[in-house]
């Protein structure tokens, strides 16, 4: 495993499987690392989220240079704690614990719910919905585990000079990081 100044810099796809850390929404790691490959290749490094720094203000659904934005939000299934009442998916005080979109905190439906056995259910997210606006990072972090975090995804990020998202971070919370170790993963040490 990992140290954990090395865990802090970000890991690579060989640690995050030795590590046995696994995280919603980068599950399509081989294409992945394919496409960070083909994309960021000439870059020796690339921008990321340190989520210890992100503050939640939704810049990241609005200022991303591409139509949807290259950040997501991801589930660390090491710290997540499979709740029936999920405060990041659930509307505060929902009318039901079902997913009836009047009971949903996420705007476009991208974080989905599956049962897993009594009282446990798994929360992932769907990438191509997901437009890294942060609420439910936002309902997980104040009153759940702090399991669902932002990420710069690689497979659709441009790396771009300067990240306008970045520029406009309330958190400062962009960093550049090693194009081989491209992600800071969220794990029950680094919580
Ligand atoms: S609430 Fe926002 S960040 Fe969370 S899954 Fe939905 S679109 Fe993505
Ligand atoms: S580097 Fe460019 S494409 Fe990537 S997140 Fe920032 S603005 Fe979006
Ligand atoms: S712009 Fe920065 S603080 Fe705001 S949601 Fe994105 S990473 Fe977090």
């Known amino acids: ?3 954990s100044e090395s865990e802090r810099n970000g890991m ?3 640690d995050f499987v030795r590590g046995g850390v696994r ?3 980068m599950t399509a790691a081989g294409a992945l ?3 960070l490959a083909d994309r960021a290749a000439p870059a020796r490094e690339v921008w990321q989220i340190d989520p210890t720094k992100c503050v939640r203000c939704g810049r990241c659904a609005t200022e991303c240079v591409l139509p949807q934005s290259a950040v997501k939000c991801v ?3 090491d710290i997540c704690g499979y709740c029936d009442l999920c405060t990041g998916y659930f509307e505060p005080d929902p009318i039901d614990l079902n997913t009836g979109a009047e009971n949903l905190l996420c705007p476009t439906g ?3 719910r599956k049962f897993i056995e009594d009282p446990y259910y798994e929360y992932t997210i769907d990438e191509d919905l997901c437009i890294g606006c942060a609420k439910c990072v936002e309902g997980c972090e104040l009153f759940g585990n702090g ?3 932002l990420q710069v995804r690689h497979d659709r990020c441009l790396n771009c000079n300067e990240c306008s998202i970045a520029k406009v971070c309330a958190g400062d919370a962009f ?3 090693p194009a081989d170790r491209p992600y800071l993963f969220k794990t029950m040490r680094s919580h």
């Open 175 to 177: 960093v550049r990081v």
């Open 75 to 77: 589930n660390s299934f």
């Open 147 to 149: 399991s669902l975090y």
């Open 12 to 14: 690579s796809r060989r």
């Open 23 to 25: 995280v919603a929404g």
């Open 33 to 35: 690392t394919g496409a």
């Open 1 to 3: 495993m990992a140290d």
């Open 110 to 112: 991208a974080l989905i």
